[in-house]
């Protein structure tokens, strides 16, 4: 298992802190780990999943033949 820092998850989502958190809250979003009294992380394979599920569910865009 592997933990990813703040660093590594932005890199990852492309998302502010505060829209992860956002999105943390409304239950949209893996939760984070209470490292310590000041770190956080993520656990990464709830993160590629999370990224697996809206890749899976986008949508072509309209008039575009598949």
Do not use: C, D
Request: charged share 25%; hydrophobic share 40%.
């Amino acid at each position: 298992m592997r933990i990813l820092s703040k660093r590594q998850l932005r890199e990852l989502v492309l998302y502010s802190p505060q829209h992860i958190a956002r999105l943390e809250k409304a239950g949209l979003f893996p939760l984070r780990v209470q490292l310590g009294p000041n770190r956080v992380g993520w656990v990464e394979s709830e993160v590629l999943e999370w990224l697996e599920h809206r890749l899976a569910n986008r949508e072509a865009p309209t008039g575009t033949p598949v």
